[in-house]
């Protein structure tokens, strides 16, 4: 699943992600959208505020 379909099966928001992860907002949201793609770090922090393992995302940048 990507980014987005995981974050709202848990019921957050970008704003929610952003203060548990550090990532900003604007970088998770161009990261969903396909405009950007996320270091390694930013993935782990990512994943950690969603309570999930980095590799049960889909990452691909389209």
């Known amino acids: 699943m990507d980014l987005r379909e995981i974050r709202f099966k848990k019921r957050k928001t970008q704003y929610d992600i952003c ?4 990532v900003p907002q604007s970088k998770i949201s161009l ?8 270091t390694r770090k930013e993935k782990l922090a ?3 505020a969603l309570e999930v393992d980095s ?3 889909d990452w691909t940048v389209e």
Request: hydrophobic share 35%; aromatic share 12%; no cysteine.
């Open 46 to 48: 990512i994943a950690k």
């Open 19 to 22: 203060k548990f992860s550090g």
């Open 31 to 38: 990261i969903e959208r396909g405009y950007a793609s996320p």
């Open 55 to 57: 590799k049960e995302i």
